[in-house]
């Protein structure tokens, strides 16, 4: 997976990645760049990035 690391600097993606995706696809969609948003939706699945996103901010860019 191709995220940069100062995104998640509090954190290890590697153990995170699995375990909470609310938190993860939060920060990407926050401060990531286009590909990451892209990657992350890859990895986890559209479906399941549109329902994060929408739990979690009206704010934050839903595009990707």
């Not at 997976?1 to 969609?29: C, E, P, S």
């Amino acid at each position: 997976m191709q995220i940069r690391k100062i995104i998640l600097l509090d954190t290890d993606i590697n153990k995170w990645i699995g375990i909470n995706k609310k938190t993860v696809v939060k920060r990407i969609f926050e401060r990531g760049n286009q590909d990451e948003k892209k990657e992350i939706s890859c990895f986890y699945g559209n479906k399941i990035v549109d329902v994060i996103l929408k739990s979690v901010s009206k704010y934050i860019v839903m595009e990707y």
